[in-house]
């Protein structure tokens, strides 16, 4: 690899994720980077403070592996399935650990990755004032609004240490192309002391280029660029392959019991030694179940440059 950000993500993970660090695995429902937190566990990082407007199963997976103290979240849970028991289990009963929250609505988590990004002091919003979130987390603020004298709820800026954002292809600089469902992902880039992009394919900067609008992660953001095929399973990306619905049916029945769920991770994360051969232990059925059939845009034309 003859570019200083192109590397593996053991490499990246063992230069750019420390212990206690605040950590961001960016994507909407769309483009998890699993793989990244799958490496994370296998490094045994620990005393992370872990962000997401939606922890999903991978945090779930590394709460219980131990590599969590605190969860900032929005909704949590397992979609369209119910609880997350591993955080529950935390939660409720220090298993493996005792897990801190601090919960947000969707808007009010993302509106502090915007600040974040925005080196904004804090963003007002309206949705908090008269729900139960204020009494339960002291960072909910109010401040008067000095046109009106209104009182606005507040929140401060989120600034992560370490954002992960999958994507669908980025050049050897980091220079990434996202579509279909756009999330949180560009302001946890901008509002992260370090960015680690992984991505389905790695392109001719020529194939950015030619489409600057999905250019959502520029190049000077990015700390690290990782070549990650099917980094977001069971989550999925839009193009290459559908969500693992099955998986997600099947994290729950795992999950009943701390030891059922070690005896996954052990198998499916320790026991591999990186993606590729987590893909490879994929039933082959399975993947060739989760291929999408084409379905293309339409052209544009930007016109002579």
């Not at 994370?40 to 592996?65: N, S, W």
């Not at 080196?119 to 909910?140: A, C, E, H, V």
């Not at 009106?148 to 192309?177: F, K, M, W």
């Not at 994290?251 to 994360?269: G, P, Q, R, Y």
Request: charge should be neutral; proline fraction near 7%; hydrophobic fraction near 35%.
């Amino acid at each position: 690899m003859d570019s200083a950000k192109l590397m593996t993500m053991k490499e990246a993970v063992s230069k750019f994720v420390r212990d206690g660090d605040t950590v961001y695995l960016a994507g909407f429902t769309h483009m998890i980077p699993f793989a990244a937190g799958h490496e994370i566990i296998r490094q045994k990082r620990k005393e992370l403070t872990l962000c997401r407007a939606t922890p999903d199963i991978i945090y779930d997976q590394m709460i219980a592996a131990g590599c969590g103290k605190k969860l900032v979240f929005s909704y949590a849970g397992n979609p369209g399935v119910g609880s997350l028991r591993c955080f529950r289990r935390a939660l409720e009963k220090s298993q493996p650990k005792t897990i801190e929250i601090e919960e947000y609505t969707h808007f009010g988590l993302s509106g502090r990755l915007f600040a974040g990004a925005t080196k904004m002091p804090f963003l007002p919003m309206r949705t908090n004032l008269g729900s139960d979130l204020p009494p339960q987390n002291p960072n909910i603020k109010t401040v008067k609004d000095p046109y009106t004298g209104i009182e606005v709820s507040v929140v401060p800026p989120l600034r992560p240490d370490l954002a992960v954002v999958h994507v669908q292809r980025a050049d050897r600089n980091g220079n990434a192309h996202i579509w279909g469902i756009i999330g949180e992902q560009k302001d946890a880039a901008f509002a992260s002391k370090r960015v680690i992009v992984s991505a389905e394919e790695i392109v001719d900067e020529s194939v950015i280029r030619s489409d600057p609008n999905r250019t959502l992660i520029p190049d000077f953001v990015v700390h690290a660029v990782v070549h990650e095929p099917w980094c977001a399973h069971p989550s999925y990306t839009q193009g290459y392959y559908d969500r693992d619905n099955e998986f997600y049916m099947q994290w729950d029945e795992i999950t009943k019991e701390h030891e059922s769920t070690m005896k996954w991770i052990d198998e499916w994360v320790n026991g591999v030694e990186d993606r590729a051969e987590y893909m490879k232990k994929m039933p082959q059925e399975k993947v060739k179940k989760l291929l999408p059939k084409a379905c293309m845009s339409a052209p544009v034309n930007y016109g002579s440059v």
